[in-house]
Antibody, heavy 121, light 107 residues
């Protein structure tokens, strides 16, 4: 069925690195922009990055720019988030989400179940 | 940047109508999307493009957008509608933002 499944979360020390993965199934992955959205414990939603269908365009929130890198492998139907120089404030559930719409009409029409990243010594 | 303002909480009795607002500068000129998030679950889009509903979302959920306020209206509220609701817009062709969320409590 149509779904997104994240993996790779866990406990990491401040300054450390982690790579998240998102496996897509049930739809033509290469047709869609994809994104990572996070939610700190008890807080709201923050879109931290998205990537275009062919990886030519990427966008990052200021909070992660220069530390996180989004990528995708259309042959493997997979989305990735390489996170480095992690900080305590990066602790959150990280969701993979499919982008519906385009340009100024982007929204998120399919979400994974999320993976928890905890940054702590 | 662009700020979306949502009331932290709204309470409504079962069977009544809940109106959740999302305020932003000239938000009526933008396309607003609404998400429902139940405890321990991922968000789900309930309204997109101001007033469109994805398949599977009850007609009780409707949206409107004008001036500086967008509104998600939930008619005939049920206990299962209790959740956090977030609005979201793209304020440029590249940048987007979520509101802080509203916790809907069904009394």
């Amino acid at each position: 069925q149509v779904q997104l499944v994240e993996s790779g979360g866990g406990l990491v020390k401040p300054g450390g690195s982690l790579r998240l993965s998102c496996a897509a199934s049930g739809f033509t992955f290469s047709d869609y922009y994809m994104s990572w959205i996070r939610q700190a414990p008890g807080k709201g939603l923050e879109c931290i990055s998205y990537i275009s269908t062919s990886s030519t365009n990427t966008n990052y929130a200021d909070s992660v720019k220069g530390r996180f890198t989004i990528s995708r492998d259309n042959a493997e139907n997979s989305l990735y988030l390489q996170m480095s120089s992690l900080r305590a404030e990066d602790t959150a559930v990280y969701y993979c989400a499919r982008v519906g719409g385009s340009g100024s009409y982007k929204y998120f029409d399919l979400w994974g179940q999320g993976t928890l990243v905890t940054v702590s010594s | 940047s662009y700020v979306l303002t949502q009331p932290p909480s709204v309470s409504v009795a079962p069977g009544k109508t809940a109106r959740l607002t999302c305020g932003g500068d000239n938000i009526g000129s933008k396309s607003v999307h609404w998400y429902q998030q139940k405890p321990g679950q991922a968000p789900v889009v309930v309204v997109y493009y101001d007033s469109d509903r994805p398949s599977g979302i009850p007609e009780r959920f409707s949206g409107s957008n004008s001036g500086n306020t967008a509104t998600l209206t939930i008619s005939r509220v049920e206990a299962g509608d209790e959740a956090d609701y977030y609005c979201q817009v793209c304020y440029t062709s590249r940048d987007l933002v979520f509101g802080g969320g509203t916790k809907l409590t069904v009394l």
